[in-house]
């Protein structure tokens, strides 16, 4: 089974006016200590995860965010749920800015922003039942108690694929992508508006993949959720999102929607991506675009365009300024210099 033929087709979208964000960064960046080297010790280095993103999610869309490993995607995404405090900039959901939000109100507002992490063998506990890891968000959040509660459980295990004889297992008594399955379950157990997926079929045979993704679309027209989809598979990305944006290390430098940008990608980095993805049909193939040299180290980057040092079309100006992310026509964005949006 190929993938492409596997997957339904992506949520198509009415051309009604743009509804406000229900996600929305600004000048976000994220900085960690590694340590310090010198004689004294004195010459601190840090890790530039995220650098000055500015991204919009909208209800009930799937924004698909694509980079090699280490760019910084994973990250980003934990930004936004205000797992890890960011060193500057500002996270808005539904209006609300995270950093200005009380303990008591995070806690309420996280119910509405869940994670579905990208390893579904060491993302559940392996000393829990499953009655337990799926219950265990309506236990803190207190939304259902006894026989209520036991029946939730089981309508989320059904809603996921699986049946009620689930509940008193462990989840080494279960394939990968059962597996998760139950990590979605989990996610949806307090009934959140918008969930991180972080590579959540990275792990899975390609046949699993493709069920995990039809069952993600589902729920997503069945619940109205709003999705990040976090991957560095652009097949997979291609037939799940409504937008695409790419990352390289640490910044976004190209953002469309999907078919503007497989169709009419811009910025050299995004086509080096598109050339490496396989394809049975003999009339979209593309030749191979190689790119030299090794991804920057983000406790160093260059001057400049980061993505300079492996361009192929780099000039002067590429090495020393910084292009902003600037939007043109249909809301196509690049940072690029030499290709600017259209």
Do not use: W
């Amino acid at each position: 089974m190929s993938l492409a033929s596997a997957y339904s087709s992506p949520v198509e979208d009415s051309k009604a006016s743009t509804p406000a964000p229900l996600v929305r960064t600004r000048r976000l960046r994220k900085e960690f200590a590694a340590g310090a080297v010198g004689l004294l010790k004195r010459t601190r280095l840090t890790v530039k995860a995220v650098e000055d993103v500015d991204l919009d999610i909208y209800p009930g869309e799937t924004l698909g965010l694509v980079g090699e490993s280490g760019s910084g995607k994973s990250t980003l995404g934990r930004l936004i749920l205000g797992l890890i405090r960011p060193s500057a900039g500002e996270v808005f959901f539904d209006g609300q800015e995270l950093g200005q939000l009380s303990r008591r109100r995070m806690r309420h507002l996280r119910r509405q922003m869940q994670l579905v992490f990208q390893d579904p063998y060491s993302s559940l506990n392996p000393r829990m039942r499953v009655h337990s890891i799926v219950g265990e968000g309506i236990e803190i959040h207190k939304l259902k108690r006894g026989a209520e509660k036991r029946a939730r459980i089981v309508e989320l295990l059904q809603m996921v694929g699986l049946d009620a004889q689930a509940l008193g297992r462990y989840p080494h008594e279960f394939s990968g992508g059962q597996r998760q399955r139950i990590g979605i379950a989990r996610a949806l157990a307090v009934e959140p508006r918008f969930i991180v997926l972080d590579e959540p079929v990275s792990a899975l045979d390609v046949s699993i993949q493709a069920q995990i993704i039809n069952l993600l679309q589902d729920l997503q027209l069945r619940l109205n959720l709003t999705y990040l989809f976090i991957a560095h598979d652009l097949r997979v990305v291609e037939h799940v999102s409504r937008r695409v944006a790419i990352m390289y290390v640490g910044k976004i430098v190209e953002i469309a929607d999907r078919d503007e940008i497989y169709r009419n990608p811009r910025h050299p980095y995004t086509r080096a991506l598109l050339s490496a993805v396989p394809t049975i049909k003999a009339d979209e193939r593309s030749e191979r675009i190689r790119l030299p040299g090794e991804v920057p180290s983000p406790l160093n980057p260059p001057p400049g365009c980061r993505f300079h040092p492996r361009c192929p079309y780099a000039i002067d100006i590429c090495k020393t300024v910084e292009p902003p992310l600037e939007t043109g026509g249909a809301g196509h964005a690049v940072a690029c210099h030499v290709f600017p949006a259209p």
